[in-house]
């Protein structure tokens, strides 16, 4: 079993940046798949962008490539996802989610992860 505890959110303007982390507990952090997910008021949580174990492979939705990126570092148990050219239309709870996954497929479905973080709140002001 893994906890996940997200921190960085906060409030940005437009075309900003802002840095989420997403710290693990437990000692096989290497083994699980890493999602970022988000849900604005009134909105489905969608899927933002995943890592897979290793950290060789990454996958974005469309309405974020390009301006953000995740990234993980093994050693110290964490996720990141580094957000750039902020819109007001990306506010929301970022939540982190992981699943003890060492396969192939993108997972970016909110079934595909056991494990959720409490979620940090990023707001973009216009």
């Known amino acids: 079993q893994v906890q996940l505890v997200e921190s960085g959110g906060g409030l940005v303007q437009t075309g900003g940046s802002l840095r989420l982390s997403c710290a693990a507990s437990?000692?096989?952090?290497?083994?699980?798949?890493m999602g970022w997910f988000r849900q604005a008021p009134g909105k489905e949580r969608e899927f933002v962008a995943t890592i897979n174990w290793s950290g060789r492979t990454t996958y974005y939705a469309d309405s974020v490539k390009g301006r953000f990126t995740i990234s993980r570092d093994n050693a110290k148990n964490t996720v990141y996802l580094q957000m750039s050219s902020l819109r007001p239309e990306d506010a929301a709870v970022y939540y982190c989610a992981a699943e003890d996954y060492q396969g192939i497929y993108v997972r970016r479905r909110r079934d595909d992860y056991s494990y959720w973080g409490q979620g940090t709140q990023v707001t973009v002001s216009s």
């Open positions: 437990g000692r096989t952090f290497n083994r699980y798949t």
